[in-house]
Nanobody
Framework: QVHVAESGGGSVEAGGSLRLSCALS???????MAWFRQAPGKEREGVAF???????RYSESVEGRFSISRDNAKNTVSLQMNSLKPEDTGMYYC??????????????????WGQGTQVTVSA
């Protein structure tokens, strides 16, 4: 049984940092992983992408502030978020699948999703 579980969300002031973690079990860890987020009233958007071959992409809105990484020993993928802004507020989701490099923002391509973890950034 596949299980995807996010953790590490919380509330922080603007300029602060948070680290999210995604634990993946029941499926080969050598799969592509991504973090998405969804703010109230908005569509879910891609934030960061990490391929099985360790290639990385970020959305323009988080480039230079967020960092995605993988720990193969722990079967986890992390998202380090620095210099947080109020517009980073939302539910953050971990997703997994086999994703073409050019289609990483296409939510329908991902097979597995977690339940999400809330991130709130106050001004």
């Amino acid at each position: 049984q596949v299980h995807v579980a996010e953790s590490g969300g919380g509330s922080v002031e603007a300029g602060g940092s948070l680290r999210l973690s995604c634990a993946l079990s029941g499926v080969s860890f050598s799969t592509d992983m991504a973090w998405f987020r969804q703010a109230p009233g908005k569509e879910r958007e891609g934030v960061a992408f990490l391929t099985s071959g360790s290639n990385i992409r970020y959305s323009e809105s988080v480039e230079g502030r967020f960092s995605i990484s993988r720990d193969n020993a722990k079967n986890t993928v992390s998202l380090q978020m620095n210099s947080l802004k109020p517009e980073d507020t939302g539910m953050y989701y971990c997703a997994a699948g086999v994703i073409p490099w050019s289609r990483w923002l296409d939510r329908s391509r991902y097979t597995y999703w977690g339940q999400g973890t809330q991130v709130t950034v106050s001004a």
